[in-house]
């Protein structure tokens, strides 16, 4: 058996991406939209889930660990690759070659994100509104937090299709036709939802 | 006229395994109904390129001549696809034939297949119906479900959808969709289906089914029209079940 992990590893990648970690997106947008309805609203909604019980056990098992596991092995699916669709110039080739990009932009996003934020809190730093205010108040920053989310949302909307087909959830051509446009509709709603919250701390 | 017209091709050579690919352009007198085998053919008996000088004949692989052996693949505009159904009259020009890279190249177009067959051995891509005495007929097999299971059985095991994923190349061991899909045919058949774990458990070793990346070009490059992605997802609906087998047990063989 050893030696033969690869589809353990394969298989609990996928399974990582969409429980906890496409689980703890959502949240984590829906707790941000909060902002749309003002700094204090925010700053509840926040405040609430830094005081959630077992703090750290959660962020351990549910976002951190996980989230490692899902990029580190991410890295390696996605530079083993050999990128053709200039020549297969089919839409499903582009959404592979667009999740191998947005797991990597993601990445870097998330990475920076975190530090600027959840390692910053561990240093002292409060998040609130009035840091992501800062933030974003850097016309760069602001574009770096667009198209991060937006990635981030496409890679797992994507994700979430071929986690269908990954679990045998969907077999038939019409089914994977289905849950493209299924997979479509989420990537456009959550959008929606972490475009407006970025646009509420600019003002 | 016709007899003085000639088709334009470029051909990528290698003279051995090892050594450097290079271009070599030929003028081929034209004939209706040509097909890229043809044109090639043409090339071996007078084996002059198109600056006029005397070269080594082109090599390449052929066997049936009508797309169901899948001998003499290689890569025509881009395409990878069978030299012998490229019909020269289809195909804009010039025409590029090159090898299928995917495979180690033996000698200019003709590559050495060999990986596939070695994969269909290690998913056990047969029916064992040997035994020491007479195990009399076999279940019978509905007449829809051997329709249906005929499409699979097509496979010619080509290399063209291999040679489409990108994720079989020299950074990964994935076996491809052709063998993947000789699983489903195997154990859709009412006595293959006895060895069903056998074939599930061998693609879920290293280099198999989850290797795949879901980029769907080897259904849309397959000559033979297989529903190679259908397959895939059908033996990831399989594993799923066989992994949960293999790691709780079950109340069925």
């Known amino acids: 058996m ?14 990582l991406g969409v429980i906890p970690v496409g689980l703890f997106l959502i949240q984590h947008l829906v707790v941000n939209h909060f902002a749309t309805k003002g700094a204090d609203s925010f700053n509840k909604a926040a405040h609430f889930m830094e005081s959630l019980p077992f703090r750290y056990v959660l962020e351990i098992f549910v976002i951190f660990l996980p989230l490692l596991f899902h ?111 299924v997979t479509i509709g989420i990537f456009i709603a959550l959008s929606i939802v972490g475009i407006r919250a970025i646009f509420a701390f600019v003002s | 006229m016709a007899e003085n017209s000639t088709v334009h091709f470029i051909i990528s050579r290698q003279d051995s395994p090892d050594s450097e690919p290079y271009q070599e352009e030929f003028h081929v007198p034209y004939r209706p109904n040509m097909n890229v085998i043809s044109a090639l053919m043409e090339i071996r008996r007078n084996p002059v390129n198109a600056e006029g000088k005397e070269t080594s004949p082109i090599t390449w692989d052929m066997n049936c001549l009508e797309e169901v052996c899948g001998a003499c693949s290689m890569i025509i505009n881009g395409k990878p696809r069978q030299s012998c159904s490229a019909i020269v009259d289809q195909l804009e020009q010039p025409i590029r034939l090159e090898p299928m890279r995917t495979f180690p190249v033996v000698r200019d177009l003709q590559v050495d297949r060999s990986r596939m067959f070695d994969s269909l051995k290690k998913v056990k891509a047969w029916i064992p119906i040997d035994g020491t005495y007479d195990l009399g007929p076999g279940p019978r097999m509905p007449e829809v479900k051997r329709q249906w299971a005929y499409e699979l059985s097509k496979c010619m095991t080509c290399g063209v959808c291999l ?91």
């Open chain 1, 2 to 15: 050893a030696g033969n992990r690869e589809y353990f590893y394969r298989r609990l990648h996928s399974l």
């Open chain 1, 71 to 181: 990029a580190i092995y991410g890295i390696y699916i996605a530079f083993t690759a050999k990128n053709n669709a200039s020549r297969y110039n089919f839409f499903r080739n582009w959404m592979f070659v667009l999740q191998r990009f947005t797991g990597i932009v993601t990445l870097i996003f998330v990475v920076w994100h975190v530090w600027e934020t959840r390692i910053a809190a561990a240093f002292g730093a409060e998040v609130n509104f009035n840091m992501m205010e800062n933030i974003l108040s850097n016309p760069f920053m602001l574009w770096f937090y667009i198209i991060g989310v937006v990635s981030t949302i496409f890679h797992f909307a994507n994700g979430l299709w071929s986690f269908a087909v990954s679990w045998g959830i969907t077999v038939t051509p019409r089914s994977q036709l289905i849950s493209t446009y």
């Open chain 2, 163 to 253: 040679e489409a994923c990108p994720n079989v190349n020299s950074k990964s061991n994935f076996i491809g969709p052709a063998p993947l899909s000789q699983v489903r045919l195997f154990n859709a058949h009412p006595t293959g289906e006895m060895n069903k774990a056998e074939r599930l458990n061998a693609i879920m070793e290293d280099g198999g089914l989850t290797n795949c990346g879901n980029s769907q070009n080897c259904v849309q490059s397959c000559p033979k029209g297989i529903p190679l992605t259908t397959s895939i997802a059908a033996l990831n609906r399989d594993t799923t079940l066989q992994s949960f087998k293999n790691f709780f047990g079950s109340d069925q063989v």
